[in-house]
């Protein structure tokens, strides 16, 4: 694979792909990422290879160890409950701030779009479950462009790349399934959201966040692929704890 593009792009061009491998399990915990191995795969330098590797440590995917490389971390249901917390915080603010700065006729469209994924019955084409995964990245690109809070649109940027990977890691797994309910709840919770945000009800906006981030913890923590020291009890007690889109103790 050789990168055409400028030298932002190629950096997360590796970033994405990267962290795809190590979330579908192509890349093992503990296992070390050699830069000059990742600069032949993609025909690029080092420079981007090595951003890409500091991008990933500061989501979590990587560690940094002195003398040692980027070694792969095993990511467990604990980080996803972890991950989604932040995303709760981070996207319920933002969401709130941006009651009343979304343009009404972006909202109609989102609503509009909506509406037709609710109404999908099953089974469902892969160019529909495109569809849902552009439509969710518009709402909550939108909501982050519109908080009018710089840091904490940056700071969202900054895990888009990490809630994205693990969405479309979700959609894979649920379509390997035959499972065609996801696509019609996730419909009907961004509608609550737009619905709330054309009210300009910024409490009814942030419950209605909140419920769609828990709601997609549970397939996220599902479709972990399971690491060789971890077995199908341990996986199913881990996600006892996310049952209904909540952690319990």
Request: aromatic letters at 2%; one cysteine or more; hydrophobic letters at 45%.
């Amino acid at each position: 694979m050789v990168l055409k593009c400028d030298h932002g792009l190629r950096r997360q061009a590796i970033a994405e792909s990267v962290l795809k491998d190590v979330i579908q399990g192509r890349l093992r915990p503990g296992q070390h990422l050699v830069a000059q191995g990742l600069a032949g795969r993609f025909g690029v330098s080092l420079t981007p290879i090595r951003e890409a590797l500091i991008a990933l440590a500061g989501i979590g995917v990587v560690d940094l160890l002195p003398n040692r490389g980027a070694v792969v971390r095993r990511l467990a249901p604990s980080d996803i409950r972890e991950l989604c917390e932040v995303r709760r915080v981070l996207e319920c603010g933002a969401v709130r701030l941006a009651c009343g700065r979304i343009d009404r006729e972006e909202l109609q469209a989102l609503r509009a779009s909506m509406e037709r994924l609710v109404a999908v019955r099953p089974p469902v084409p892969a160019d529909v479950i495109a569809e849902a995964r552009e439509v969710d990245s518009r709402l909550h690109d939108v909501v982050a462009q519109s908080c009018g809070n710089t840091l904490l649109a940056r700071e969202i940027g900054r895990l888009t790349i990490l809630f994205r990977a693990f969405r479309d890691m979700a959609w894979e797994r649920e379509a390997a399934r035959n499972d065609d309910r996801r696509l019609a709840a996730e419909a009907r919770e961004h509608l609550a959201i737009v619905e709330a945000l054309q009210a300009g009800d910024r409490r009814k906006a942030s419950r209605a966040m909140a419920v769609h981030i828990r709601s997609g913890m549970k397939y996220w923590c599902r479709a972990l692929p399971e690491t060789p020291d971890e077995t199908p009890l341990d996986r199913t007690r881990a996600n006892v704890r996310v049952r209904g889109g909540e952690e319990t103790r």
